[in-house]
């Protein structure tokens, strides 16, 4: 696939055929068809990066969550300011509390961005 024209065709198709049945020729070209999509999306579209910190942040929002309601996770108010505003590292102990509590993936915490995705 080399265009943006064909890479829509092909979402649209796969789309369609989505829920075919095995064996049939329906599921072959599904196959081929997701191939070639992640192809071209491997070539051509590139995902924002998003940092951890910003992911933190964003499901204590979700949350309503304050950065004072972390402090059993993290320790003290300053301790927990200081990991907010990135002026402290993420110590393998508090990733591992912070994944439990949020559900996050815990590649989140072996960078300091992450592709989104």
């Known amino acids: 696939m080399k265009t943006e024209a064909a890479y829509q065709k092909a979402i649209k198709r796969t789309l369609t055929i989505f829920q075919t049945k095995e064996n049939t020729p329906e599921a072959e070209e599904l196959a081929l068809l997701l191939v070639l999509i ?10 924002p990066e998003i940092d951890s910190l910003d992911i933190i942040k964003l499901k204590m929002q979700e949350r309503g969550i304050k950065a004072k309601d972390l402090t ?15 002026r402290r590292e993420i110590t393998l102990k508090i990733a591992q509390r ?7 993936p815990a590649e989140i915490f072996f960078q300091t961005t992450i ?3």
Do not use: A, N
């Open 38 to 47: 992640k192809d071209y999306e491997d070539k051509h579209i590139q995902l």
């Open 72 to 86: 059993p996770l993290i320790g003290s108010k300053g301790h927990v300011s200081s990991i907010l505003s990135g």
């Open 98 to 104: 912070l994944k439990d509590y949020f559900q996050l």
């Open 115 to 117: 592709t989104k995705g």
